[in-house]
């Protein structure tokens, strides 16, 4: 019965509760908004790097982590044929490419910077990435040439180039010497993540070759189907891997992709944190109110016997009880406008530049993360639970005589 | 003779402030069961403060009150809450019911404090409705009585918990003659076919004529009792 006095308390005061159950709706409707906007952000910038640049996971040479010198190549041309054989076996794996990572300096007319030098399979690389869809000018090693080089947007600039400039590359062999080759811009192209642009140029392996004398393979980029679980699909990869050789989750490859992840999981438990403070103070102005108003009543059950304990029993099962009401409202209607916003998506065009910066597209889709209403439920039951102890505290102070007399 | 409910003993309750008052000053008094007491007085003589006293609402400056026997001056508070339940039947002037509770509820709600069962406090609380006239409206919520049928409920409670006695402070201030009359005939049947111990602290003249015993109060001392 204390349940059914707490649950007819509450809507004795209509507009009241229905102020305090609203407010409580649309804190947890905002913040199911927010968290759904940051995974559908987060989720697009790891899905575009992802896509354009990284793979799900990359193979290398032990030492290549360490340090990425030019000798530390997977394997042998032939080797690596078997072990990307071996890779495409597992079922989780839609494709490998092979490439030459080199470190080295690019020298335009103006100006130099140290740079990370691609050397790419074309033909696999259109395969297993996205890159060749990001050209702004140029194409993506297209049409046949010598020492063409595709580079980023943001670096040619810098460096006062423009499509058909020369350039100077210089880097190390496999035996340390520094090698120089002159190569010419035959593609511009801007990825949604301006780092990465600033730092990658992508060349065809055979022009390396040339200088180099053999092909070296310096990195296995691997694609999974699908996105999930990558950390233990990496593991399952390493698994298989020869002596020697390192296996990296992308977010191990891009860590600053896995510090969003992490970040925006402790940014919004704050943000939930601070809708629940609001909630707080609400619920408990609303309890004080409602404690004032029936002191009379609260008097006589202490007068008649309701000890302590019943007492602030009555007033907890109350306040929980708004939470309960505004809590699936809330939960409900989240859900909902995140659903229906999945469809649509969220249309930022007028803060595109700024998006790109941070590895973003215009359009955002916000995605459901069903252990974020978990969250969401026990931080409401906290927050009424703590609530109620004031209004509570309040009551049981009363002095049942002067109660009564409405004193 | 019947045994004794009530013990009090050099009763005296001070409030203290720039003078002290003394609302009660030296009362000592036995009432024992089946009595219909009504304790008399102007306003501000004492006699609520004594009967507050005597329901273990409001502590002693000095003497001991034994109910049943049992001194409840030395009770502490949670324990003084348990013995209310379980010993005293309130009524007040203001009937003082759960507005969200139906009649029935709220006569069944002290049972419930008691952790009686449920038939038990059903059963019970339609028996004491139907005994104070009640029948049929065991589903009318406060809002819904009259006056004199919402201190007819109040009745209803306060003998839901087969209390030692009754006290009521002022229980017909607030009705017209008609409900006065017939809550007096309840209280007094009561008393006479249960042999309920009923404690009235009253100025109406209408109690007084049926109470069989009268203690006059005044000054926070016993002017006459008969």
């Known amino acids: ?407 | 003779m019947s045994k004794p409910v009530i013990e009090v003993k050099n009763l005296e309750k001070v409030y203290e402030g720039a003078v002290p008052v003394h609302a009660v000053n030296g009362i000592s008094l036995t009432i024992t069961q089946g009595e219909f007491t009504a304790l008399k007085g102007p306003s501000g003589c004492g006699k609520t403060t004594l009967l507050n006293m005597l329901g273990g609402l409001d502590q002693p400056t000095a003497g001991s009150i034994a109910i049943g026997g049992a001194d409840i001056t030395t009770l502490s508070e949670n324990a003084l809450i348990d013995f209310r339940l379980r010993n005293i039947g309130f009524v007040f002037q203001a009937y003082n019911l759960i507005p969200v509770l139906s009649a029935q509820e709220n006569v069944s709600f002290i049972m419930l404090l008691q952790d009686r069962p449920k038939e038990e406090r059903e059963a019970r609380a339609q028996q004491l409705l139907e005994a104070v006239g009640l029948k049929g409206k065991e589903d009318k919520r406060p809002g819904q009585l009259s006056g004199g049928q919402q201190q007819r409920v109040a009745v209803a409670r306060a003998l839901a918990s087969k209390p030692q006695f009754v006290l009521a402070d002022e229980p017909t201030a607030n009705l017209d003659s008609q409900s006065t009359a017939n809550l007096l005939d309840i209280m007094e049947r009561l008393n006479k076919e249960e042999g309920m111990t009923f404690v009235f602290a009253t100025h109406d003249d209408r109690v007084i004529k049926k109470a069989r015993r009268i203690i006059s109060i005044e000054d926070g001392k016993v002017l006459s009792d008969d």
Do not use: C
């Open chain 1, 1 to 407: 019965m204390i349940f059914k006095v707490a649950w007819r308390n509450i809507w004795r005061a209509k507009v009241r509760s229905f102020i305090v159950i609203g407010s409580i709706a649309v804190g947890i409707w905002a913040g199911l908004l927010i968290i759904g906007f940051s995974f559908g952000m987060n989720n697009e910038r790891t899905a575009s790097a992802i896509g354009t640049t990284t793979g799900h996971a990359q193979i290398h040479h032990e030492g290549f982590d360490a340090e990425p010198l030019s000798n530390a190549v997977v394997a042998d041309s032939s080797a690596v044929v078997a072990l990307r054989k071996t890779v495409e076996a597992l079922s989780f794996v839609s494709g490998t490419a092979q490439r030459t990572v080199l470190g080295g300096m690019i020298n335009s007319t103006k100006s130099a910077r140290a740079v990370r030098i691609m050397g790419i399979w074309p033909e696999e690389e259109r395969l297993q990435t996205t890159l060749a869809d990001y050209m702004v000018e140029g194409d993506f090693f297209g049409a046949t040439g010598r020492n063409r080089l595709v580079i980023g947007e943001k670096l040619a600039r810098r460096l006062g180039l423009k499509l058909r400039s020369k350039v100077v590359l210089t880097f190390q062999d496999s035996e340390g010497n520094l090698n120089r080759a002159s190569f010419r811009i035959s593609g511009i192209y801007k990825t949604l993540n301006a780092t990465w642009d600033e730092f990658h140029i992508y060349v065809h392996h055979e022009d390396l070759e040339k200088t180099l004398g053999a092909p070296l393979v310096h990195e296995v980029l691997v694609r999974f189907e699908e996105t999930v679980d990558t950390d233990e699909k990496a593991g399952a990869l390493a698994a298989v891997m020869p002596v020697g050789l390192a296996v990296k989750s992308w977010k191990q490859v891009r860590p600053e992709l896995g510090f969003a992840d992490d970040m925006m999981a402790i940014m919004l438990v704050l943000v939930l944190g601070i809708i629940m403070m609001a909630l707080l103070f609400g619920i408990i102005n609303n309890m004080l109110m409602a404690i004032l108003e029936r002191r009379r009543e609260l008097g006589m059950l202490m007068a008649v016997g309701m000890n302590k304990r019943k007492l602030f029993l009555m007033i907890l099962v109350e306040t929980l009880m708004l939470g309960f009401v505004g809590g699936p409202i809330g939960i409900l209607l989240g859900d909902l406008s995140t659903r229906a916003m999945m469809r649509i998506g969220i249309d930022l065009s007028s803060k595109q530049d700024g998006l790109a910066e941070l590895g973003v597209q215009s359009i955002i889709y916000p995605e459901i993360v069903p252990s974020y209403y978990l969250i969401i439920a026990v931080m409401v039951i906290t927050t009424a639970l703590i609530a109620s102890i004031l209004p509570a505290i309040k009551a049981l102070k009363l002095n049942p005589v002067e109660a009564i007399r409405g004193h």
